[in-house]
């Protein structure tokens, strides 16, 4: 079986996200079959290591090129795999969460029949904060008949910080690409791009001079 078939699953379910104008039915079979791919390309991946093992090579050069080609050929095939079934996941997260954003914190009945069921879990506790945070920007007054404003969180892009020691502001000075982080999510770092991230993420780029304190907010 070629190796690219055993990425088009994956291709085939991102490209179908990519391209939906609303919200689709979550593809459990296509998630499976992607999962089905990365599980086959990992039992060849270690049947491979076996086989250069059981070889004894001592040294790196002894390793016949193409057998060196299709050890990186399985390996970049299992990771398009991967990287394709997160971004199918996050890019849904992302839909619910614009959704929870213009339908005041619950997004409609028809549109959530389409979602998973850790989905619909995800959609909860995210409507949930929104309505919490919606809720501590509104001060009560002595006017009984006060009302909260209107659902509008567009002046409030950027929620309070918990505490200001753990969460700095860092500016790129090179293209990092797409970073998985422990506390602030998954995020891609373009040059000269800012960006707001725990401390303890970023610690690492901050000092190979990647990223960097904006003049004036260095401490």
């Known amino acids: 079986m070629g190796d690219h078939i055993l990425t088009s699953h994956a291709y085939e379910l991102v490209q179908t996200e990519s391209r939906a104008v609303h919200l689709l039915q979550y593809d459990e079979v296509g998630v499976a079959n992607v999962q089905k791919d990365i599980g086959h390309l990992h039992d060849r991946i270690r049947a491979h290591s ?14 016949p090129p193409d057998w060196i080609v299709a050890f990186v050929g399985l390996k970049e ?66 006017d009984a008949e006060a009302a909260p404003p209107e659902w509008d969180l567009g002046e409030h892009l950027e929620p309070p910080v918990p505490n200001k020691g753990l969460y700095i502001q860092v500016r790129a000075n090179e293209d990092i690409g797409e970073v ?40």
């Open 50 to 63: 076996m086989k250069l093992d059981s070889q004894g090579f001592e040294d790196p050069t002894e390793v």
């Open 77 to 142: 095939a299992q990771m398009r795999n991967c990287r394709g079934l997160m971004l199918y996941q996050t890019s849904r997260l992302e839909r619910i969460q614009d959704m929870c954003l213009v339908y005041g914190g619950s997004i409609p009945k028809e549109e959530r029949a389409q979602l998973a069921p850790h989905e619909k879990d995800f959609e909860k506790q995210y409507g949930k904060l929104l309505r919490d945070y919606h809720a501590a920007l509104f001060t009560p007054t002595d």
């Open 180 to 219: 998985a982080t422990s506390n602030s999510g998954t995020m891609t770092i373009k040059r000269g791009m800012k960006y707001y991230v725990d401390r303890s993420d970023v610690d690492l780029y901050i000092r190979t001079g990647k990223l960097a304190r904006p003049v004036g907010d260095a401490k």
